[in-house]
Structures are given as structure tokens and as C-alpha cells.
């Protein structure tokens, strides 16, 4: 059997609240009604997106990520921008964060262990970000807002392997699994 997977970095909960006041805040912009705002339950950053993936394959990936993550530390995120994403042709409104070593570190590490795997991942480029809510069809190119500049920070320790259901009022992620990372030591 397959199943529609990923792979994210979850947010702690303060994280996602403050997320979701600025998206509120910005709802209150959209006067045409442009975009779809995500629920903060489904807000977490994408490590790699896997797609359909057979459920044995699965449970190698699992076991390899328990292995390679046990001593991977949690991952400081620091969100500085919302704004339409991808800048090209926007499809989203996403609150990007800093791309520090450690995140890059931590998606890299994810990865090689879907690739030992036999996974194929999706292959486009890393960019940190967390999607706040998908522009309607009707939308087009231009929305009701522009880059909008934030101050967060935190601390990430979970990664979670989610299964995705695609439905008509949007996406049902289901934790499958979740990894805790290593707590950062006090004053890092």
C-alpha cells in the first residue's frame, strides 16, 4: 500500500500561535478573499516532501532516521518575512525563516536517510519556509498584500513523519511517526 508522505520540522506551540496572529492579520487584508488560510495545526516546515511512498519502504526510512537523528540536536528557527511565495509566480503566503547551519544540516541529514531508503524525493531546492495559507485559483499573480516583516524565534525538536490526504477543503496531515531531537543546552 502506498501512502502520500513528508517529512517537517515541527513548531512549538508558541511558534505556531504567533503565526497564526499575524496570518489573522493579514486575512483581515485580504478584501478579495485571495487565499485559503491553513488551520496552525497543519503549520510545520517541510524537511522533504516524499510523495506517494510504499508503506515498507516506510518502515526502513523510520528505522534509518531513529539512527542517524538520535543525536541531532533541536534547531533554533527564526522567522523574519511573510510574504507571496514563490516570488515568481506566487501559490502561497509563506513565513519564511533564516536558513542557518543547523537547519541546513538537519535537511540534509533528512535527506540522505530517505535516500538510503530507496526514496526518491522531491527535488527542488530548500527553501525554509512555513505556508500560512494557499492563493485561490482565481487569484492570479497579484494579491492584496505585500512582504510583510516579523520578528520570531524558537526552538524546533521534533521531526515528524506526516502522512497527506489531499481533500476538497484542503490537506489532512497525520503524524505517522514523530523523532525527538536533543535539547539544546541552556544559554545556546
Known amino acids: 500500500m502506498k501512502i502520500r508522505t513528508f517529512i517537517a520540522l515541527e513548531l512549538p506551540p508558541f511558534l505556531r500561535h504567533e503565526l497564526s496572529s499575524q496570518a489573522k492579520l493579514l486575512a483581515g487584508q ?12 497543519n503549520y510545520h516546515l517541510t524537511l522533504a516532501f516524499l510523495g506517494n511512498v510504499d508503506s515498507a519502504r516506510l518502515t526502513n526510512l523510520l528505522f534509518v532516521m531513529e539512527q542517524e537523528l538520535e543525536s541531532v540536536e533541536a534547531v533554533p528557527c527564526k522567522f523574519s518575512t511573510i510574504t507571496p511565495f514563490p516570488f515568481s509566480r506566487p501559490k502561497i503566503v509563506a513565513a519564511l525563516l533564516e536558513c542557518t547551519a543547523e537547519l541546513l544540516l538537519l535537511q540534509t541529514d533528512v535527506a540522505k536517510c530517505v535516500q538510503s531508503s530507496g526514496i526518491s524525493p522531491d527535488r527542488r531546492r530548500f527553501v525554509p519556509h512555513v505556508t500560512l495559507g494557499r492563493l485561490k485559483p482565481y487569484a492570479g499573480k497579484s494579491v492584496d498584500f505585500q512582504a510583510h516583516n516579523i520578528l520570531l524565534a524558537g526552538v524546533a525538536d521534533t521531526v515528524t513523519l506526516f502522512q497527506s490526504e489531499l481533500t476538497p477543503i484542503g490537506p489532512i496531515h497525520t503524524a505517522l511517526v514523530e523523532i525527538p531531537l536533543r535539547t539544546l543546552p541552556e544559554g545556546k
Do not use: A, S, T, V
Not at 30 to 41: A, Y
Open 30 to 41: 485580504d478584501k478579495r478573499q485571495q487565499i485559503r488560510w491553513m488551520p496552525r495545526e
